[in-house]
């Protein structure tokens, strides 16, 4: 009998999910929306139900489900199993884990979506020949997580990885972030702070950078920079042998890659500069990372390598 987790990636629009083996191949996929807009308790139904329509779907083509992983961006108290604040999903401090655990009935974990994608990537994807990796997902922000022997640390607060908010520019000029702060990463670096900058999304610019249009390629080689001085910072606090970048932004491949590491190399001092490497399990790192989560429930034991 084949044995699947159950892995859920609850994302601001949708729920992306799988029935996943212990091989780490999908044998069922599932997409419902979120419902955000029917507010929070209908977000939770939503999740709630759509786990128990997987476990169904797995008992009704004989397999069986052995554990659940529930994903979700925000601040998330793995230990705890706790959603403390998700502006995306509109809901704050839900006991995400107990309430999926009471519904279907299996062991569940709780983790946050991007450092799930990090536990993914190490293990299953670019990093997995690597003990040390800083994995950062580049998209409408900027979040990431370290890797370190095929576990990802979430922090004493459920707040590790998010380097977007490292301030990279200070000043009046530098613009206020959604968090608060002020000049963070992600205000120049990601996907949707390339196309405010240049009055497009990040995809053009890109092509109209390659096309040699300047203020598009200003555009691009200023958060090429930013991204350069965010990563420095990372590499300060981790000294990783290999950065691997994922979400929309790193489809620019050689574009983004080869700049990035001419700016890392004119920025650095004494550190050792790590790899570059794209992301190798695009949109279905969540899911993937969700499935460890859940079978490392079952097992606990460390990633062999
Ligand atoms: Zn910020």
Known sequence: MTTVAIAVDVGGTGIKCALVDQAGEFRHV???????????????ANILGTAEELAEAARSQGMTPVACGVVAPGVVDESAGVLH???????????????????????????????????????LGAGRTTRRMLF?????GIAGGFALDG????????????I?????????????????GRGCLEMYASAAAIGRAYGD?????????????????????????????????????HDP??????????????FLFEPLAKA?????TFHTLPELAAAELGDEAGCHGAALLALDLLTDTKADR
């Open 30 to 44: 599932l997409r419902r929306p979120t419902g955000r807009e029917q507010g929070p308790d209908a977000v939770l």
């Open 85 to 123: 604040l998700s502006a995306n999903l509109g809901l704050r401090d839900v006991p995400l884990r107990d309430a999926v655990a009471d519904r279907i009935g299996l062991p569940t974990a709780l983790g946050h979506d991007v450092r799930a994608g990090a536990l993914a990537e190490s293990r």
């Open 136 to 140: 950062l997902a580049i998209g409408t």
């Open 151 to 162: 576990r990802i640390d979430p922090g004493a607060h459920g707040a590790s990885g998010e």
């Open 164 to 180: 977007g908010h490292i301030a990279v520019r200070t000043g009046p000029d530098a613009p206020a972030c959604g968090c608060g």
């Open 201 to 237: 999304d990040a995809a053009e610019v890109v092509r109209r950078a390659q096309a040699g249009e300047p203020r598009a390629a200003q555009v691009w080689s200023d958060a090429i920079g930013a991204l350069a001085d965010g990563l420095l910072v990372g590499i300060a606090l």
């Open 241 to 254: 042998k290999l950065i691997v970048l994922g979400g929309g932004l790193a489809e620019a491949g050689a």
């Open 264 to 268: 890392l190399a004119e920025r650095r």
